[in-house]
């Protein structure tokens, strides 16, 4: 087609998204056969490859055979890209600057794959927001993003036999800052500074594989197993 400015190969597989740092296209992938996932950070002018970086090589955990190993999408503050990957039955949490040179790496906890992890890292002020929910049980924390440093942890305990995908989301709903995750048949917000739980709603369903939606009052939250719901919630959680 006439209108494709670049097209480039991309070792590996993943489903994570593409994301756009300056004049780079930063990406995650895995390659399954030697049990390596990196990232791979491309020219956005022309689709040249500006650096390969190996994170970890190891054990990769069982997955849906729709999902792949590197299904997180990274996040950048414009000076280094976090990314997380689940391997030798952990969930690692990596922080590399532009040029591809490791910064930091953190084994946060265990992981029990049941089929994967789906839960992309977030940036708020000078944190950075992940979550790890197996099938066993979860948390989310939020790491000092210069070192790696967790600030707090808060237990997300499950609410049945599966394990929850959902991304959270930061915003200003009711005139405050909230941080809202939805799964383990909760919808709740956090302070986003502090992990204290500010309020929850029971649903929408027990795993979710999305991001809430935030509006100027209220939350919107969905799920699909083992129910297909749909929730609207005052953003005072009533």
């Known amino acids: 087609p006439t209108n494709v400015l670049w097209q480039a190969d991309v070792p590996g597989r993943g489903h994570a998204s593409p994301i756009v740092v300056g004049d780079r296209v930063i990406v995650a992938t895995c390659d399954e056969s030697a049990g390596t996932q990196s990232l791979v950070?491309?020219?956005?002018?022309d689709g040249a490859t500006v650096w390969t970086t190996q994170l970890h090589q190891g054990k990769l955990p069982p997955i849906n055979r729709k999902n792949s190993h590197a299904s997180l999408t990274p996040a950048s503050d414009g000076t280094h890209v976090y990314?997380?990957?689940?391997i030798?039955?952990?969930?690692w949490v990596d922080a590399v600057d532009l040029d591809g040179e490791i910064v930091w790496q953190k084994r946060v906890s265990d992981y029990r794959s049941e089929h994967g992890h789906g839960a992309s890292p977030?940036?708020?002020?000078?944190?950075l927001i992940v979550c790890g929910e197996d099938h066993t049980g979860g948390w989310l924390a939020a790491?000092?993003?210069a070192t790696g440093e967790v600030v707090w942890s808060v237990p997300r305990p499950r609410s049945g036999t599966h394990a929850n995908y959902a991304t959270p989301i930061v915003g200003k709903?009711?005139?405050r800052d909230q941080l809202v995750l939805h799964g383990y048949d909760k919808v709740t917000s956090y302070d986003p500074a502090t992990g204290e739980e500010l309020w929850h709603v029971d649903g929408p369903?027990?795993?979710c594989?999305?991001?809430?939606l935030l509006g100027k009052d209220h939350v919107y939250a969905s799920g699909g197993y083992p129910r297909k719901n749909l929730l609207v919630i005052r953003a005072d959680g009533s």
């Open 173 to 175: 709903v009711a005139g």
């Open 83 to 86: 990314t997380m990957f689940i």
């Open 209 to 212: 594989a999305n991001t809430p």
């Open 88 to 91: 030798d039955n952990g969930l």
């Open 143 to 145: 790491l000092r993003r």
């Open 205 to 207: 369903t027990e795993v």
């Open 41 to 45: 950070c491309f020219n956005r002018n």
């Open 122 to 127: 977030l940036i708020h002020n000078d944190t």
